[in-house]
């Protein structure tokens, strides 16, 4: 079985901090994504990554980075945390093509106060 | 551009009864779809996929989805609810080109006693 594993089920930070969310797969899948979810709004996209190096923004890029420095890892970075960051974040993996299916992590579950 | 709409937020089965959650979908290619699951605290699990073979696709925990092309529709269906079905549910079709999934905002299904 796939395993998408997020280093943080709950995350608490201030405002104005550097928050880094990293997330681990481990079936050398090429493409990965960061996804936000939040109430009424379902689930949006941030950044995707389909190689090493590699990033494209999503729906909603602003306020945030991307690192994929390894096949296996996608760090999410919010630059400055504001409090309309607090929100639940998933992490997902699939094979190469953007038909596959997405294999999702449990989410980190972040506030920023 | 390709886009899914899941009729209803919510919706209220007895358990027993039979469940139905509707996902219609917008797609310029040949669609690839997907319902995934989400229980509470949790990521989203794949419960099944249509990749273009049988048009009546089984998945996990007792689930089926017809692809109607004529409809454009791939509704969810299980013959009798159980309490443990109470969860978030979330259709998905592949996007056109080098894009990612199309996540439609979720149907959240409550299964009374």
């Known amino acids: 079985d796939v395993k998408v594993t997020q280093s943080s089920r709950y995350l608490v930070k201030r405002t104005g901090e550097k928050v880094f969310l990293e997330c681990v797969q481990d079936?050398?899948?090429?493409?990965m994504f960061w996804y936000r979810q939040d109430p009424g709004l379902g689930l949006r996209l941030i950044y995707f990554?389909?190689?090493?190096?590699?990033?494209e923004k999503g729906d909603i890029p602003e306020g945030y980075s991307v690192s994929r420095e390894k096949k296996e890892r996608f760090s999410l970075i919010l630059e400055s945390a504001s409090t309309n960051q607090t929100s639940m974040y998933l992490c997902?993996?699939?094979?190469?093509?953007?038909?596959?299916?997405?294999?999702f992590g449990d989410g980190t579950r972040l506030s920023i106060l | 551009a390709q886009s899914v709409t899941q009729l209803g937020s919510h919706v209220s089965v007895s358990e027993g009864a039979l469940v139905l959650l509707r996902c219609n979908y917008s797609?310029?290619?040949?669609?690839?779809l997907f319902w995934y699951v989400q229980y509470p605290n949790q990521g989203l699990q794949l419960l099944l996929k249509?990749?273009?073979?049988?048009?009546l696709v089984k998945g996990i925990n007792g689930f089926e989805a017809e692809f109607k092309k004529s409809e454009t529709s791939f509704h969810l269906t299980k013959p009798s609810a159980h309490m443990s079905d109470a969860a978030e549910y979330f259709c998905?079709?592949?996007?056109?080109?080098?894009?990612?999934?199309?996540f439609g905002k979720g149907t959240r299904l409550s299964v009374i006693a």
């Open positions: 997902a993996s699939s094979l190469q093509g953007f038909y596959q299916p997405q294999h």
């Open positions: 079936m050398d899948h090429e493409n």
């Open positions: 990554s389909y190689d090493v190096k590699m990033k």
């Open positions: 797609s310029s290619v040949p669609p690839y």
């Open positions: 249509y990749t273009s073979a049988a048009t």
């Open positions: 998905a079709v592949r996007g056109s080109g080098n894009t990612p999934l199309v």
